[in-house]
């Protein structure tokens, strides 16, 4: 759970920039990928399947030669951590995760400063309703 700003008239339930997103819940069952970057401070990126308004389903469409593609985005939670603490923040969300059944709920508490493991700074979370268009690289 990504509890990122106070619940408000304001909030919305999706959003491709993540403004107003302020409370989402995903299942932990349909993390799909974890990365990280470091742009000046450490961001890990846990990525959801599923987490998405509408049903995930194939890429369609093509142009004429047969090259562009359209499909959801899966909804995802970017993490700011402490720089040069991502792998740690990393492994210590996948042994919670992977130690996790059906008990507590993972909080991620940024109103109330309160965050599962040590080090994270701070949660953004998108969730998109929209397509993105992709092309080949050749």
Not at 13 to 19: Q, R
Request: charged share 15%.
């Amino acid at each position: 759970m990504f509890h990122v700003s106070t619940v408000d008239a304001n909030s919305v339930a999706n959003a491709d920039n993540g403004a107003d997103l302020d409370l989402a819940a995903f299942p932990a069952m349909n993390i799909s990928s974890m990365a990280a970057e470091n742009n000046g401070s450490g961001l890990v990126y846990i990525y959801f399947s599923g987490g998405t308004k509408y049903e995930p389903g194939s890429l369609i469409g093509n142009d004429h030669d047969g090259q562009l593609i359209e499909g959801m985005e899966q909804a995802f939670a970017r993490i700011t951590c402490t720089s040069g603490k991502e792998a740690a923040v990393m492994a210590d969300l996948w042994t919670l995760m992977n130690s996790v059944t059906a008990g507590p709920v993972m909080l991620f508490d940024a109103v109330n400063g309160s965050y599962p493991v040590e080090n994270i700074t701070g949660i953004h979370v998108r969730r998109h309703v929209t397509t993105i268009t992709a092309t080949s690289d050749s």
